[in-house]
Structure formats: structure tokens, C-alpha cells
């Protein structure tokens, strides 16, 4: 009986340490259009369904950014310091995001994180394909939908790699967003991931 206990102690630990399950290790920030286009609280890259319950087969999108409720929450959460490494990774569902294609215009996909580098990050400001420059991540156009909850109600936009076009540049231009010591701070995601 002594093995059985010892064994499921380990496997109790090790799924405490895990990237899902340890979110204090991780340092959470938000990827932000720069542009709050009709929101105030800005549009973040956001794992379709309600955080905890975010369904991660059903993809991504830009919605009202959560962290005006005080925090980070883990359907907008990503890794900062995987992020740094050009890596758009969701640790609590333990997800990377990943293009479908090369070609245009390209929805995205999450999966298991991959060890190849799937985005870059240029100097304006742009998050491109590194297979294929010429597509940035882009917001939809034209109107947003209405979200299911917050006050006022949260907005949601599809988000897809598209064309880059300087004239459309307030659509397709990201910063980070987290907290240092209490404090919601803003990057540029060029110098965020320069540090």
C-alpha cells in the first residue's frame, strides 16, 4: 500500500508545480492593443469561454482586457517571460498559440506548446509570423460584439493574422500589460521583450 500512497503523493506534487497549477510562479501579463478602439479598457488577447471555463479547442479572440478588475485573469494570462521569447503561451491551460498556415488571412490555434518559434516582434510595435512577415495579428474591423458579463457589458472582436498595412496600424499594434508591486503597467511590446 506504501508504494500506491507514495506514488500519488508524487503525482499530487508534481501536478502542483505544474505551469497549470502553480500560477503564483508565474509572472502574468496581458497582450494589449494599443488602441482601446470602442472600450476603454482596451482589447486583450482572450481564450474563448469565461476564464477558469475558457475553452481552449474553441480558440482565440480580443475582448474587454480584465484587468481593471484588479488582476490578470487566466484566459488573458500569459507567460511574460515566455513571451519575452517571442512565445504566446496561456500557462494555466498550459497552451501555446500557434497559426493554422503560412497563408492569408490565418486563424490561429491553441496547442501544446511547440519548441519553435512561431512569432517576432518588430520595431513597430507589430507581432508578424515568422514564417511569413507580411502577416501581423490583426483585430476585426467595424463594430464590436457584446460579451456575456461585466459592467459595462464587455466587448469582443475576432482576431486573426492578416496583411500588415501601416494605415490600418491601430488594429494590428500591441503592448504588454501586468502589474509590478500592486500597479498596472504598460510596455510597448518592442521593449518589453527587449529587456
Known amino acids: 500500500m506504501k508504494p500506491i500512497n507514495t506514488l500519488l503523493t508524487i503525482l499530487f506534487i508534481s501536478l502542483l508545480s505544474s505551469p497549470s497549477w502553480s500560477e503564483s510562479e508565474?509572472?502574468?501579463?496581458?497582450?494589449?492593443?494599443?488602441?482601446?478602439?470602442?472600450?476603454?479598457r482596451g482589447f486583450c488577447i482572450d481564450i474563448k469561454g469565461h476564464k477558469l471555463k475558457a475553452k481552449i479547442s474553441r480558440g482565440i479572440q480580443a475582448h474587454s482586457c480584465y484587468s481593471y478588475q484588479g488582476k490578470i485573469a487566466v484566459d488573458q494570462g500569459l507567460d511574460a517571460n515566455r513571451l519575452k521569447q517571442k512565445q504566446l503561451f496561456f500557462p494555466y491551460f498550459d497552451v501555446c498559440v500557434h497559426p493554422t498556415s503560412s497563408n492569408n488571412p490565418l486563424n490561429l490555434n491553441l496547442i501544446t506548446c511547440r519548441n519553435t518559434q512561431e512569432f517576432v516582434f518588430i520595431e513597430d510595435n507589430t507581432i508578424r509570423l515568422k514564417n511569413n512577415k507580411n502577416l501581423?495579428?490583426?483585430?476585426?474591423?467595424?463594430?464590436?460584439?457584446?460579451?456575456?458579463?461585466?459592467?459595462?457589458?464587455?466587448?469582443?472582436?475576432?482576431l486573426s493574422m492578416q496583411t500588415c498595412d501601416e494605415q490600418k496600424s491601430i488594429y494590428k499594434t500591441w503592448g504588454i500589460r501586468g502589474f509590478?508591486?500592486?500597479?498596472?503597467?504598460?510596455?510597448k511590446i518592442l521593449k518589453f521583450s527587449s529587456n
Open 180 to 187: 509590478k508591486k500592486g500597479k498596472l503597467f504598460t510596455e
Open 26 to 40: 508565474v509572472h502574468l501579463v496581458e497582450l494589449k492593443l494599443l488602441n482601446n478602439l470602442d472600450d476603454k
Open 136 to 158: 501581423c495579428l490583426t483585430v476585426a474591423k467595424g463594430n464590436s460584439r457584446h460579451g456575456g458579463g461585466g459592467s459595462p457589458l464587455h466587448l469582443i472582436r475576432n
